[in-house]
């Protein structure tokens, strides 16, 4: 294994943090190590150092180093209360006010964000719930799941839908398996119903496209704890201007929002933490447009 100087962190700290916010230390050095490691190995170079050189002349290797320093771990129903608290209240409630809000002209809309959403467990997750929720009503709705993550080769993956047994089996209740999955050889993958309410989109949290419009749910989950507090505050506040005033926002179980940002006012309900705007606290986007490249 090559090793990276504290000059060579510095170097590719920076130029991580400059384009992703994921801030790395010295600390980190084996992290850099270990996962540049085989991008070194394709680039035929010896230093980190010659590597960085490279990388500086063709900036096709940042999307490479960028994939390979996120961290993706992800789940199916991850810590399992947030999803929980909206099957058995927060989106019966928000599909109640939607349907009454709706008319003849306007089919029921429910948009949902999950931020961050590497491999797409979390966005396909709530798709699930609401599938089940509506039911056979689905069809009168206009449901929009919107994954976005900084990682291309996430959102591809994301994209496809296709998981192992195992990373269907650790978190997907078995009656939810065999509706929601159809065998492809050895994998899974997510139904065709599920895959069109969802779409996903390579966007950094830092800078989001501003026509991503409004948000019923937003997940925005385990990625902060990346980012250093004024990342972090610039994250929320990105945030919340995509959360409808009715809205939830999770973050992830190990998280918090003291000493962040005050957008936001904390609930919590049946054993779950979840975020509401604080009313008039951020100034809302624009609405969302298709050139964001997504259609309702
Ligand atoms: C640990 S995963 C969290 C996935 C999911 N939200 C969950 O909680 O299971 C963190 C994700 O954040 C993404 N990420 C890191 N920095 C980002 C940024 N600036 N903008 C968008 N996504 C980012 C990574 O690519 C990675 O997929």
Redesign the pocket.
């Known amino acids: 294994m090559i090793s990276i100087t504290a000059e060579e962190v510095g170097l590719f700290a920076r130029l991580i943090h400059d384009r992703?916010?994921?801030a790395l230390d010295l600390g980190k050095a084996y992290l850099l190590e270990n996962r540049l490691a085989p991008l070194l190995e394709e680039a035929g170079v010896t230093s980190f150092g010659e590597f960085f050189r490279l990388v500086s002349r063709s900036s096709a290797w940042v999307p490479r180093i960028i994939d390979a320093i996120?961290?993706?771990?992800?789940?199916f129903f991850?810590d399992q209360r947030p999803f929980s608290l909206l099957r058995d209240k927060l989106l019966p409630e928000l599909l109640g006010r939607r349907r009454a809000e709706s008319d003849a002209s306007l089919p029921p809309a429910l948009r949902v964000w999950?931020?961050?959403?590497?491999t797409g467990?979390?966005a396909y997750s709530v798709g699930m719930i609401v599938a089940e929720l509506l039911g056979a009503e689905a069809g009168a709705w206009q449901v929009r799941i919107v994954g976005?993550?900084?990682?291309n080769a996430?959102v591809v993956r994301a994209s496809e839908g296709v998981y192992s047994r195992f990373e269907v089996d650790r978190g997907v209740p078995d009656r939810l398996r065999d509706k929601y999955f159809t065998p492809l050889g050895e994998r899974l993958r997510v139904e065709a119903g599920l895959r069109a309410m969802s779409v996903f989109l390579e966007?950094?949290?830092?800078a989001p496209p501003d026509n991503l419009g409004q948000f019923d749910l937003i997940?925005c989950?385990?990625?902060g704890i990346?980012f250093n507090q004024e990342n972090r505050r610039r994250l929320f506040a990105n945030i919340a201007r995509h959360l409808r005033p009715d809205g939830a926002l999770f973050i992830?179980s190990t998280e918090s929002l003291l000493g962040v940002c005050d957008l936001f006012v904390r609930r919590e309900c049946l054993n779950a933490v979840y975020f509401q705007p604080r009313p008039g606290a951020a100034e809302p986007a624009p609405p969302q447009t298709s050139t964001a490249g997504i259609k309702g």
């Not at 999950?114 to 590497?118: F, H, K, L, T």
């Not at 976005?148 to 990682?151: G, K, W």
């Open positions: 992703t916010g994921i996120a961290t993706n771990e992800t789940s991850r999950s931020a961050a959403c590497s467990q979390e976005t993550d900084i990682s996430a966007a950094n949290l830092l997940f989950r385990n990625v990346y992830g």
